[in-house]
């Protein structure tokens, strides 16, 4: 008994020191292939939610219905008040829902002030980065 034990572990000892000495040596780059389809496969959570591109023109409304007043206006032009409805939307809403908002807001044509854009940014592209996945960067 005590014999086949080991004759398992100098096997897998074995196998070990040939699979890392083969695998050392193959320091090829691995190929990204990226799928440039703007539709969704379906198949992953992170497709619907934090992707920024616009693949359907629906129009979904995260309780700011009063931003529409702001479309096609520069944020340059916003009067304190409009930043502030901006914020307290921006601030309120959880991490999950800034890409689904920010492509709202791009549908509707409204623009970010630069520093709620920023920070809409990179909440999408820190949520991505867990996930693993590319981020896509729009005006807003």
Not at 19 to 35: A, D, H, L, M
Not at 56 to 76: C, M, N, Q, T
Not at 105 to 128: G, H, K, S, Y
Request: hydrophobic content about 45%.
């Amino acid at each position: 008994m005590l014999s086949l034990i080991l004759l398992l572990i100098l096997v897998g000892l074995i196998v070990f020191v040939a699979t890392y000495f083969n695998r050392k040596g193959k320091n090829e780059p691995v190929e990204v292939v990226v799928n440039e389809d703007p539709l969704c496969c379906g198949a992953h959570e992170i497709c619907e939610i934090d992707n920024l591109q616009i693949v359907d023109a629906k129009i979904e409304y995260f309780d700011d219905e009063e931003l529409d007043v702001l479309a096609g206006i520069s944020p340059e032009n916003y009067t304190k008040n409009q930043v502030d409805s901006i914020s307290e939307v921006f601030y309120s809403m959880n991490e999950s829902d800034v890409s689904g908002w920010l492509r709202s807001l791009q549908l509707r044509n409204i623009r970010l002030p630069d520093f709620i854009r920023e920070e809409a940014l990179m909440i999408v592209a820190e949520r991505r980065e867990e996930m693993g996945t590319l981020v896509y960067s729009s005006e807003f």
